[in-house]
């Protein structure tokens, strides 16, 4: 019944990977159970007058996957094939990725099922403003605390804030993260999880003796995380020789111009006809030779199919679950792929959403240059204790991270007991 409530790919393979982890650690059946499952599913419908006039029904999703270390975390996404499967496995990994990180959240997610690009900014305002009013019940600063994901930017949580803060009938700052800076947002909270993944990938370089300054990059996806990891990347004096997005992709052997690049795509909508590159095949562009791949789109791009023929030695997942078990198995046989996970390697955002929320409930601000340093020390040390882990416990990278969750999660549930 469990299962086919969440039947979908996204969440089978989360649940997949879950088991893996599960048995690698001889979880009790009785601790297992309660760590894989989410305890709260939320579905809402979203009824919303378009600007032709005509009133349109949108179904809207959040999923808390556990509040026992504390209020759940996570990001609210705009995209077609949104499902609550899929989000169910972005919580599950969003669960893990606090744990991972040290930070005192369960993992949360939500989805509305839209497509933005085909939508007005008043009627994103109007779809956002009544998801948060239906989600209200269920969400507060010690419950549940939204943040931008896919499709979705700082004016979408102001938007969220002003609702809730609205029938609040106070303001209040630390119901959401990721909004502008105005408004008590976070210095740093727009580039956190793009500059965590550049940042983590240089230290992957460091550690195979690969130097930083000329190394190559290739970004798969140009939204908020790849955009920055293209510009913070760059700025180490790397080479971003391919950039993709859903328009196109384009190739400069020498690097493209980051900012250039930034200009282009927000005037034309995408990277595509970039005059800074050439065309090249976006599924053919992953494939080339680089340093440092970064996937930083959707979920499942790395399949079993794409995995042999890799010519990275550093894979980053700046996405969530990019990389299928199937092509997990053969990148460990390979053994020449240095993996930084997901749930470590994107937790650049939530990270820094947590320092917002801190500052949110101190009424206290810290510069950009200290939110980022306090960052990239948060960064260094989950990742030096992957490699310890890894190396004790003689696993690969991936079950290490997600291990590493779970052991904490579920000692957190060991402890507090099961209530009757």
Not at 1 to 10: I, Q, S, T
Not at 350 to 360: G, H, L, R
Not at 386 to 401: I, N, Q
């Amino acid at each position: 019944m469990k299962e086919e409530l969440l039947k979908d790919p996204v969440f089978g393979m989360a649940a997949e990977q879950f088991d893996r982890v599960a048995d690698f650690l001889e979880l009790s059946q009785r601790v297992r159970e309660r760590c894989k499952w989410p305890k709260r599913l939320i579905t809402v419908s979203l009824p919303v007058t378009m600007d032709d006039g005509r009133t349109e029904v949108f179904f809207g999703y959040r999923v808390q996957h556990h509040l026992s270390r504390g209020p759940v975390k996570g990001g609210l996404r705009f995209h077609p094939k949104v499902n609550v499967g899929e989000v169910a496995a972005l919580a599950m990994w969003m669960n893990w990725k606090c744990a991972l990180m040290g930070l005192p959240y369960g993992g949360g997610k939500g989805g509305i099922t839209c497509n933005p690009r085909e939508m007005s900014m008043g009627e994103q305002e109007r779809l956002t403003r009544r998801f948060a009013q239906e989600i209200c019940p269920f969400i507060g600063p010690e419950i549940d605390v939204m943040a931008p994901d896919v499709g979705t930017t700082a004016q979408h949580m102001a938007w969220i804030l002003d609702t809730y803060s609205t029938r609040e009938g106070r303001f209040v700052p630390e119901i959401i993260t990721g909004k502008p800076v105005e408004l008590q947002g976070s210095e740093g909270r727009t580039q956190a999880t793009g500059h965590g993944v550049a940042f983590l990938a240089t230290r992957a370089l460091n550690k195979l003796s690969v130097p930083v300054i000329g190394a190559s990059a290739i970004v798969q996806g140009f939204g908020n995380v790849g955009s920055y990891a293209v510009e913070t990347m760059s700025s180490y004096g790397m080479k971003v020789r391919g950039v993709s997005d859903v328009t196109g992709a384009v190739w400069n052997l020498e690097g493209l111009d980051a900012l250039a690049l930034r200009a282009y795509v927000a005037e034309h909508g995408g990277v595509k006809g970039f005059p800074g590159g050439e065309e090249i095949d976006p599924d053919e562009m992953l494939l080339q030779e680089c340093d440092v791949l970064v996937p930083a789109a959707l979920e499942r791009v790395i399949t079993a199919e794409i995995a042999p023929k890799l010519k990275c030695k550093v894979l980053a997942e700046g996405a969530n679950g990019p990389t299928t078990p199937e092509a997990d198995a053969i990148m460990e046989e390979r053994g020449d792929i240095f993996l930084i996970p997901d749930v470590l390697c994107n937790a650049g955002g939530v990270t820094v959403s947590y320092f917002e929320w801190v500052q949110n409930l101190q009424r206290f601000s810290w510069t950009k240059q200290e939110v980022l340093s306090k960052l990239e020390t948060k960064l260094n040390e989950a990742f030096e204790n992957l490699l310890l882990f890894c190396g004790e416990r003689k696993c690969d990278h991936r079950l290490g991270a997600l291990a590493t969750g779970v052991e904490t999660v579920a000692k957190v549930k060991q402890t507090r007991g099961l209530f009757p």
